[in-house]
């Protein structure tokens, strides 16, 4: 495993507080953070600030035991890919979910310079539909 691998490793394998205390500190002051198009936090967020703010506040606050378990862990280079499932209940509905993602960090002199998630949006969709 290289230093990119434990880089993004450490972000994912402690409790929550030391997944977020290692993602802050590894994230380049303008890191692009890309949410995929269905989930709910949709968009590209850029800084550490608004990526907080714009997606771990709103998982800590809108979902009861939200995770992100990784199975698989790719790296070529400067790139690290993190395969795993979500799970979680949305408060607003009580629907749980689990739907696979793969996360794809770009790495830059030791910092996060952008990840991009594919994710399943169909599962997420189904905890977030009252309807359903």
Known sequence: MGANLD????????S??????????????????????GFP???????????VAGVFRRLATEWT???ADVHTYLEDGDRVAAFGVYSGT?????KSMRAAFAHLYRVGDGKIVSMTQFVDTHQVQQALNQDH
Request: a negative charge.
């Open 16 to 37: 929550s507080d030391e997944n977020g205390r290692n993602l802050l500190a590894v994230l380049a002051p303008d890191a692009e953070w890309t949410e995929a198009e």
């Open 90 to 94: 949305y408060k607003a509905t009580g």
């Open 41 to 51: 936090y949709a968009g590209t967020y850029v800084g550490p600030e608004a990526i």
């Open 7 to 14: 880089l993004i490793r450490a972000t994912y394998e402690g």
């Open 65 to 67: 035991d939200y995770s």
